[in-house]
C-alpha cells in the first residue's frame, strides 16, 4: 500500500528558506514513475509546482517556484525533498506529496497523480 508522508513545513519570513520532506513507503522508491509536489492556497485552485521522474526523463517545474524550489531524492531513505528559497507570502500554503505507479506516459500530467500525503503547512508572513 502507498503511503506517503509529508513533513517540514511550518512559519518563516520572506526571503526565508524551508525543505521539505516526503517519506514513501509501501514500496521501494524505484517502483514509483513519478514523484511531485503540488500546493493549495485557501480559495485557490491545487496547483503542481514539481513533477518529476524518479528515473530519467526531466523535472517540471511551475513559473511560480522556477529558479526558487528545487526538488531531490535520496532513494536510500525513500524520501523526496523540495528546497524552497526566497519564499514570498504567495507561497504559503498546504504542500503535498503526491506519486504515480506503473510504467509509461508523462509525469508531466497532473491529473495522473493519484497518490498523495496528508499535506504539510507553509506559511511565509512577516
Known amino acids: 500500500q502507498v503511503h506517503l508522508v509529508e513533513s517540514g513545513g511550518g512559519s518563516v519570513q520572506p526571503g526565508g528558506s524551508l525543505r521539505l520532506s516526503c517519506a514513501a513507503s509501501g514500496y521501494t522508491y524505484n517502483s514509483y514513475l513519478c514523484m511531485g509536489w503540488f500546493r493549495q492556497a485557501p480559495g485557490k485552485e491545487r496547483e503542481g509546482i514539481v513533477l518529476?521522474?524518479?528515473?530519467?526523463?526531466?523535472?517540471y517545474y511551475a513559473d511560480s517556484v522556477k529558479g526558487r524550489f528545487s526538488i531531490s531524492q535520496d532513494i536510500a531513505k525513500n524520501t523526496l525533498y523540495l528546497q524552497m528559497n526566497s519564499l514570498i507570502p504567495d507561497d504559503t500554503a498546504m504542500y503535498y506529496c503526491?506519486?504515480?505507479?506503473?510504467?509509461?506516459?508523462?509525469?508531466?500530467?497532473?491529473?495522473?497523480?493519484?497518490?498523495w500525503g496528508q499535506g504539510t503547512q507553509v506559511t511565509v508572513s512577516s
Open positions: 503526491a506519486a504515480v505507479m506503473g510504467i509509461g506516459g508523462s509525469c508531466f500530467t497532473a491529473s495522473r497523480y493519484m497518490y
Open positions: 518529476s521522474y524518479t528515473g530519467p526523463g526531466g523535472t
